[in-house]
């Protein structure tokens, strides 16, 4: 995501539709708050799954930060609410976040 994200973000430049006179383009700019609400619905595993299980503590962070990440790297804050079956995520994820350098009130 961070490898790309300075030429999604950047503005678009509408030349082929501008017309005499007129100039056209998108400009993104951040929202300001974003609200993330990280679902998560553990489900048990028929026994010939049962091997997957072991990869299954990742998916609360990965349902999370799918959503979080892209809104920080466009210039957003988020406050992120956690599904009830994993609070602990979120503060794992609001921890990592700030000791990788982001300042601390971006994310909640």
């Not at 979080?68 to 466009?74: G, M, N, S």
């Not at 994993?86 to 300042?103: C, F, M, Q, S």
Request: avoid cysteine; glycine fraction near 4%.
């Amino acid at each position: 995501m961070l490898s790309i994200a300075e030429s999604q973000l950047a503005d678009v430049q509408l030349t082929d539709t501008d017309k005499p006179g007129f100039r056209r383009f998108i400009k993104r700019v951040p929202l300001g708050v974003v609200f993330v609400i990280a679902p998560w619905k553990y489900v048990s595993l028929p026994y010939p799954m049962i091997f997957l299980q072991s990869h299954l503590p990742s998916f609360p962070y990965l349902t999370s930060i799918n959503s979080v990440l892209p809104a920080i790297i466009a210039g957003n804050s988020v406050l992120l609410k956690p599904s009830p079956q994993t609070p602990v995520t979120a503060e794992r994820i609001v921890n990592a976040l700030i000791k990788a350098g982001l300042p601390k009130d971006v994310v909640q």
